[in-house]
């Protein structure tokens, strides 16, 4: 909080557990608590927080955690979600009276900031909050996210972002990340908690034959129900939706005594998610099979057990999925890994290991996608006319592009601009035209 009112921009690393969701909120909550009521001739204001979630029940779950706290203390603060998810009335809505605090995703950001009014939207931003920092930016999600940030300094150059983060090998990789490369070289201010309570893991051992080949894990499904009867709640983590569809058939058909079992993954009717998260919620279900819909940072304080069908594929996925389960600081996690076919037994025993040894298998940082910013480009240039040495230097401030050069740069343009080389003669393909004022705007505003 110090830091933060010190104007300051700021890497929480924390275990699991530990509160660092809310931790990251207390800034803005505190600069909103303080904040004169707005009378009813005064304009209304813009969005005072903008967090940004990798998973849209992520988002819907903090609403309702930070909900509750701020409905009780009495705080005159609204919160919404904006999501793909989010209806069109209520996006319009928002546009026009935008709430104090948005939860929404990193592509949602980019459609944010590609509309002509983006930078009214912006205005009253004060902080940006990055929940799972570490899953967003080895991908190109966080490529894109990194280029928002940038164009939202634009906007706001006195901006402060606030990254929360599982414990990662190199922390000053996404203290570099967080902030303005202008000049080079800036980092966020670090605070690391330490403690949490070792997890227990185990590997099934079955007494039936573990195949040498599938990936369904079937013969296991009598043990697996049989841990579900032994718990308040199970989370059952699977690595694919179709090997979530097979186990919750699997699970129902032994099912006797017709246990609440849920499913949960990308492909569902949004109606039926949020009918489970709720479900979830409110304590009424035994188990729910899911993919990595449900992995990040969501937080059910019932669920006791975890058990991941199939190996988890990496010693800080399986960190990250184990501690949903006793989601507080100093209660140990609980799981269970079952290998689908022999071959996975070796790799469940090397991510065991792994995790015991405390070691991070999260891919280093790379250089920015140049696919994502030709994205970029094309949202800019949708939101408002640019110049292109304006542009490239608003780039190059965001991490991963610091070391873009310029010929690069108009390349991407280029490429933009007339489709490239294979689609440079067809008209249609034309995304942006540079006019003689030397502002590159989009060929068609429709």
């Known amino acids: 909080l110090a830091r933060a009112q010190a104007g300051q921009s700021v890497l929480l690393i924390a275990p699991t557990g530990a ?3 809310l931790a990251g909120f207390l800034p803005s909550l505190t600069d909103l608590a303080g904040r004169p009521r707005r009378k009813p001739e005064q304009a209304r204001r813009g969005i005072h927080t903008l967090y940004i979630s990798p998973l849209k029940a992520l988002a819907v779950d903090i609403e309702r955690n ?10 005159p603060v609204t919160i919404e979600t904006r999501t793909g998810d989010t209806p ?34 912006f205005e009253d931003l004060h902080y940006v909050v990055l929940d799972e920092l570490h899953s967003l930016v080895t991908s ?13 300094r634009s906007f706001v150059p006195g901006l402060q972002t606030i990254g ?15 902030v303005s490369q202008n000049p080079p070289g800036g980092l966020a201010e670090l605070i690391v908690v330490t403690g949490g309570a070792k997890p227990e893991i185990s590997i099934l051992d079955s007494e039936e034959r573990v195949p040498w080949a599938g990936h369904s894990a079937r013969y296991a499904t009598p043990e697996i129900y049989s841990e579900i009867k032994r718990h308040k709640t199970t989370l059952l ?19 006797e005594d017709t246990l609440p079992i ?3 993954h990308g492909s569902l009717d949004v109606a039926q998610r949020r009918r489970v998260e709720k479900a979830m919620g409110e304590n009424a279900l035994r188990a729910i099979v899911a993919t990595s819909t449900l992995d990040l940072g969501i937080d059910w304080g019932d669920v006791d057990l975890v058990v991941h069908v199939g190996a988890p594929k990496g010693a800080s996925r399986l960190a990250q999925r184990i501690g949903r389960a006793n989601h507080r600081m100093d209660e140990p996690s609980k799981a269970i890994l079952i290998p689908a076919n022999r071959f996975e037994v070796l790799e469940c025993r090397a991510a065991l290991d792994a995790n015991y040894l405390g070691a991070q298998d999260t891919p280093p940082l790379v250089n920015g996608g ?19 040495d304006t542009l490239f230097e608003e780039v190059r401030t965001a991490a991963p592009y610091t070391s873009l050069d310029r010929p690069t740069f108009d390349r991407v343009v280029d490429f933009v601009a007339t489709g490239g080389y294979a689609l440079k003669n067809y008209e249609r393909y034309a995304r942006i035209r540079l006019n003689k004022d030397g502002l590159w705007r989009v060929s068609n505003p429709r």
């Open 262 to 264: 849920a499913l949960h």
């Open 164 to 178: 929360l983060s599982a414990t990662v090998a190199e922390p000053d990789e996404l203290r570099r990340w967080l």
């Open 140 to 152: 190109k999600r966080g490529h894109l996210l990194s280029l928002g940030l940038a164009r939202l």
């Open 66 to 75: 930070l909900g509750k706290p701020v409905e009780e203390i009495g705080l």
């Open 237 to 255: 983590f699977v690595n694919t939706r179709s090997q979530a569809e097979l186990l919750f058939q699997e699970l129902w058909r032994v099912n």
């Open 88 to 121: 069109a009335h209520k996006r319009q809505r928002q546009k026009l009276a935008p709430p104090d605090i948005l939860l929404t995703t990193p592509e949602q950001l980019a459609l944010l900031i590609a509309a002509p009014d983006a930078r009214r939207f």
């Open 370 to 388: 140049l696919d994502v910013l030709a994205q970029h480009v094309l949202g800019c240039a949708c939101g408002a006319p640019f110049l292109a």
């Open 19 to 21: 509160g660092k969701t």
